[in-house]
């Protein structure tokens, strides 16, 4: 039966070629593999065809038609362009009456940066009396891409592209980047042996075989000492099927996925960094995913804009760029297309909406690309939040391929995407970009980043940033990340902020920056320290026998009392020995009487005494534990006596809560 499929589906291409391919002395491996791969051919799977054309052609170097079909299907990866033109220019050589192989050799040309034979290659198939007329629209339109390549070729930037080489890019596929504005970490899109679904071949299937393709896994790097560390799975991510990362929030806290349902249609997922690791994803509330397929997106620095791309109906053709807004219920709702200055009749993808809040990035294969997709830019209009103006940010950036995935740090200088070139580590790797943007097209910003600790130690702090040249309007809220304690807030140009740190019951923090007048990025560093209040000197009256206000004022009371909840919840149950804890109420210089009528059934009143010269009135006698003095200095509290505490003693001597901590008796 195989051998019939092979014969029809050689003598259905051999009608407009004038040799065949004689299989009879063929091994029966061979057989199957060539049905397979007119299989996959004519289903137009060619990237799953290739590597059976490829394997055939070693054995079989000297068969035209296996030359032919392997240099066509070598058109559909990155890294085979350069077979692709060798095989075809071969085959052309020997017979220019192939069928549209003019074509195929101008897609080849023009891949491999050749654009002037490109050219003359692809008028010669629209010339040619035996294209059809259903054939010259797709001619036109890759002669229109070849124009441009060389166009663009010729006003070629001064931007670098460099592989980032491991240990992120490996033999096996890497893509999709997506970073934190600060670049700290990176998320991507991994195919191969460690992906969690295995492989499958073309029918689905699990596949042990060479020719099958591995399933899609998310992985993150973080950076450290500027290099990025070696990948890890996300495992409450990462399924056994196809699990892809699309976009990361600014503060790389919030990623977003994309996953097949059970019908097909591609959806939209989001996760949340907890402690050290990310949630498992839940399906995008809201209006944004639909029966359609939604394929990527990107959130706004503020959090409260998604711009992501759907090929729902209504839109311009193809794939097309919308934008969701926030509602007041948590959900995605107020869908708009953003219209025919970024859409058009072909596809846009991968949208990208840099930290200054204005500048999107985005690819397109329309009629103003240089080959498949490229990469464009549009600024917003602050008037009415639409973008008009797009630019092609040109070669190097873009090339005659699929150039896709593309985003930007905040400091608008350093970029990535990932490619399938030649000369990379596997089939897709990541580049970096060093954009080489000219000063006036550096994104205008104010990027505040820095620490939050409590008493040195990493705490997850929650910061509101408000815009107080708009009457303080909330213009978003974040949190650090627990583990390192780190934050980073992207703020546009144009206006005065306030940003308030809080963190539990601490006194919160408050910084005021001004980024009315700024005219480039601008970079502050803010380490934020909230500390346990350390105990202050006593306050010694001269009066014989007035009280010195417990030793302490007002608000030093407050915070002592906060401390010794903080150290009681930590510590309440360690007991050393020599070490005691009393309740104190009062402190005088030369106490005459003193009476606590109100104090009476919570214990017995006595006097402490120090080599300070100071009286100190506790009650209660002395706990073991610091639990149990905390629980008792509320109840004195509750009774009236608002301004009790606990004084610890080690061996006698008076002793500060940090201080055993310090000593290792508090561990």
């Known amino acids: 039966m195989k051998r019939i499929i ?10 407009l070629y004038s040799q065949t391919t004689n299989t009879a002395r063929w091994r029966k491996t061979e057989k199957d593999s060539m049905a397979n791969a007119f299989l996959l051919y004519e289903e137009k799977n060619y990237k799953m065809a290739l590597p059976y054309f490829e ?22 990866r990155s890294d085979k362009y350069a077979e692709a033109l060798q095989m075809l220019t071969e085959v052309y050589e020997k017979n220019p009456k192939v069928d549209i192989i003019e074509y195929d050799l101008a897609r080849a040309l023009h891949y491999n940066y050749k654009f002037d034979e490109a ?28 124009q441009n390549a060389k166009y663009y070729a010729g006003i070629a930037t001064q931007a670098k592209i460099t592989n980032i080489g491991t240990p992120i890019n ?25 992906s969690k679904g295995g492989k499958i071949n073309e029918t689905l299937m699990t596949a042990d075989s060479i020719h099958g393709i591995y399933l899609e896994d998310v992985f993150m790097s973080i950076k450290a000492n500027d290099q990025f560390q070696t990948p890890v799975s996300l495992d409450n991510i990462n399924s056994k099927n196809n699990d892809a990362a699309i976009s990361l929030s600014q503060d790389g806290q919030r990623l977003f996925i994309y996953k097949d349902d059970a019908e097909g249609h591609g959806d939209i997922y989001e996760s949340y960094l907890v402690g050290e690791t990310f949630t498992f994803p839940t399906k995008l509330k809201g209006q944004v995913n639909t029966i359609s397929q939604e394929g990527h997106c990107t959130l706004s620095p503020d959090g409260r804009t998604l711009y992501f791309t759907s090929d729902r109906p209504g839109g311009f053709g193809g794939r097309d760029i919308y934008r969701a807004k926030l509602l007041s219920d948590s959900t995605w709702g107020n869908i708009v297309n953003l219209g025919d200055s970024i859409n058009s009749k072909y596809d846009e993808d991968s949208p990208f909406i840099h930290p200054d809040g204005s500048s999107l990035f985005f690819s397109s294969n329309g009629l103003k690309s240089s080959g498949g997709y490229d990469i464009f830019r549009a600024y917003m209009d602050p008037a009415d939040s639409s973008f008009k103006r797009v630019e092609n940010l040109s070669f190097p950036i873009n090339t005659p391929d699929d150039d896709k995935y593309f985003v930007l740090a905040a400091n608008g200088t350093r970029g990535y995407y990932s490619s399938g070139k030649a000369g990379g580590e596997g089939l897709n ?11 006036t097209k550096i994104p205008v910003l104010l990027f505040v980043k820095g620490k939050v600790t409590f008493d040195g130690t990493p705490v997850e702090s929650f910061i509101k940033v408000e815009v107080t040249s708009n009457n303080n309007a909330v213009y978003t809220a974040v949190k650090t990340i627990p583990a390192t304690g780190n934050y980073m807030v992207s703020m546009p140009a144009g206006q005065s902020y306030k940003i308030t740190y809080s963190y539990k019951d601490e006194k919160p923090k408050t910084f005021e920056f001004d980024a009315k007048t700024i005219t480039t990025y601008t970079e502050k560093i803010v380490d934020i320290k909230f500390e346990t209040p350390k105990d202050t000197t006593p306050l010694v009256v001269a009066d014989p026998g007035k009280k010195l206000s417990n030793e302490y004022d007002k608000e030093a009371i407050t915070l002592l009392q906060k401390k010794t909840s903080k150290y009681s919840n930590t510590y309440g149950k360690i007991s050393a020995e020599g070490l005691e804890f009393k309740v104190q109420i009062a402190a005088y210089k030369n106490p005459k009487n003193f009476k606590y009528p109100h104090l009476k059934k919570l214990g017995k009143i006595e006097k402490l005494m120090l080599n300070d010269g100071i009286t100190r009135i506790t009650i209660n006698g002395k706990f073991k534990t610091l639990e149990a003095a905390w629980e008792h200095n509320k109840k004195v509290i509750r009774a009236g006596q608002e301004d009790a505490f606990v004084t610890a003693l080690y061996k006698g001597e008076r002793i500060q809560l940090q201080d055993l901590e310090k000593m290792g008796i508090f561990k």
């Open 6 to 15: 092979i014969l029809l589906l050689v003598l259905c291409v051999s009608a």
């Open 55 to 76: 394997n055939i052609h070693k054995n079989h170097p000297k068969e035209e038609f296996v030359k032919y079909v392997y240099g066509k299907t070598a058109l559909y």
């Open 119 to 146: 050219l003359v290659m692809v008028d010669k198939f629209l010339e040619n009396k035996r294209t059809k007329p259903e054939e010259k629209p797709q001619a036109e339109f890759l002669k229109k891409y070849i």
């Open 170 to 194: 490996s033999t096996d596929e890497e893509y999709v980047p997506t970073i934190s504005a600060d670049e700290s970490m990176m998320i991507f899109t991994y195919t191969g042996p460690k």
């Open 429 to 439: 790797d990541i580049y970096l970009v060093e954009t080489g943007f000219e000063p």
